[in-house]
């Protein structure tokens, strides 16, 4: 089952995120500890959570993503020994 979270705020997707993520650890917890119905469960919200994530960061929600892609990349082992010696 496909939960449409497109009319959902951002807010509202990050509660959702962390109420399935808890959700998750659970059946995870419960899986180890003693038997599960519905194995396909686990699937099925790790899934919800990856389409969750992918909204959250199609809304521009990863300010620190955007931070990272825009800040130049480090050069190699050698570059910064190089650049260390100048």
């Given at each position: 089952m496909k939960n449409s979270f497109?009319?959902?705020?951002?807010d509202e997707l990050v509660a959702k995120r962390a109420e399935l993520r808890k959700k998750y650890f659970d059946l995870r917890f419960k899986k180890v500890v003693e038997h599960l119905e519905n194995p396909l469960q686990l699937r099925v919200v790790r899934r919800q959570i990856a389409r969750l994530e992918t909204r959250i960061g199609?809304?521009?929600?990863?300010p620190a993503a955007a931070e990272a892609a825009a800040e130049p990349k480090a050069k190699g082992?050698?570059?910064?020994r190089a650049a260390a010696k100048k």
């Open positions: 497109k009319e959902l705020k951002l199609s809304a521009g929600a990863a082992a050698r570059g910064a």
